[in-house]
């Protein structure tokens, strides 16, 4: 059914934009490679857990050169997959479980326990708290049919969001644990999506609980990282060697902007950073919402960068979906949806500054 609503994603795998873009992804869709999490929980990991977090991180930082390694052998077909115990993604959780107790996967640093209860910027506490998930056929052809989990919360205050009910809880999650969370994954994979795509609300808070359910699941299913990409530079390693494909929203070419209209100081310093990592231990696709009177001080300088810190055929989305929602009318600009000559201009600032693969449909 999905095939006749979305005809353009059926034919998007054999996409050029597509294979020169996310080609190991194609791959793990199609059976031919293993995903991340799976080959991270073949490489062993010798810690304890009373080794100090301090060298936690050391080894994990050493076992991350190994994984890029070990990842190339498995790719190539040198090396078996046999789970270790414990392994690399064992010790992935062992790190973002102490991050919890001082939570920090977020660049506020709120400090938190939320393992005993407390609660920070976001709300999350120690569980998912999930709005919905589905097979869903509106993003990106290459992902589409996506399945997708709505957690709650966000690390942002975007005045303008379009999820503001999830994002800051005008609505109530349904409480899950990472084993029931691991039996919604194989389900979705069972039922024909390409990909688990982990999204809100942000999917931030919950790096712990997503890190915990991919230790529970066998199925070989690509995971998507679905984030405004403000997040801290431990949550950034943290995912390293454990996302497939890196769905990044570049939302603001300037920490003003970032921080009047969603509450995001160093916006960005860390969205570079954080997409300069995902380039380097995954496949990244990018989304970039245009809006009203933003593409001078916004959308020129994130293309800009694009184009000239990632590689030529990263795949970029220019989006026109922009509509005022939440709390939009309280900016002038953000008070109206977009002109057809400020899709024309971005399509033109894109073109300018040699961005090669925007998606299309």
Request: with cysteine; glycine share 6%; aromatic share 10%.
């Amino acid at each position: 059914m999905w095939r006749l609503v979305r005809p353009d994603a059926a034919r998007a795998l054999e996409d050029e934009g597509v294979r020169r873009g996310l080609p190991r992804y194609v791959d793990v869709v199609e059976g031919r490679r293993r995903a991340k999490f799976l080959i991270a929980r073949a490489l062993p990991a010798d810690f304890h857990q009373d080794d100090s977090t301090g060298d936690l991180w050391r080894l994990h930082r050493s076992l991350l050169r190994e994984y890029q390694d070990f990842e190339a052998e498995v790719d190539a077909g040198e090396a078996e997959l046999e789970e270790a115990s414990p392994n690399f993604l064992d010790l992935k959780a062992e790190l973002a479980k102490r991050i919890m107790a001082e939570c920090h996967f977020c660049m506020r640093r709120c400090g938190v326990n939320r393992l005993r209860g407390e609660r920070g910027y976001c709300r999350v506490g120690d569980e998912f708290e999930v709005s919905s998930w589905f097979h869903h056929l509106g993003e990106e052809p290459e992902l589409v049919p996506s399945g997708t989990v709505f957690t709650m919360g966000c690390t942002m205050r975007c005045i303008h969001c379009q999820n503001w009910s999830i994002s800051q809880w005008y609505e109530s999650g349904t409480p899950m644990t990472p084993f029931e969370m691991a039996k919604v994954v194989e389900g979705l994979r069972r039922g024909g999506c390409r990909n688990l795509n982990m999204v809100g609300g942000e999917p931030t808070p919950y790096c712990w609980l997503w890190i915990e359910t991919m230790r529970h699941v066998d199925a070989n299913i690509p995971t998507v990282w679905n984030s405004n990409s403000y997040y801290s530079p431990e949550t950034a390693e943290l995912l390293a060697g454990f996302i497939d494909v890196y769905l990044l929203d570049f939302k603001y070419g300037n920490n003003r902007c970032a921080e009047e209209i969603s509450d995001a100081p160093g916006y960005w310093e860390a969205c570079t950073r954080n997409h300069l990592m995902a380039e380097r231990y995954g496949e990244l696709l990018i989304r970039v919402l245009v809006l009203p009177e933003h593409n001078e001080c916004c959308t020129r300088p994130i293309l800009e960068w694009i184009a000239e810190n990632l590689r030529p055929w990263t795949r970029v989305n220019v989006m026109f979906q922009y509509r005022p929602e939440w709390r939009a009318y309280q900016r002038r600009e953000l008070g109206r949806k977009l002109r057809r000559d400020e899709m024309e201009e971005a399509l033109r600032i894109a073109r300018e500054v040699g961005i090669r693969n925007l998606v299309r449909g």
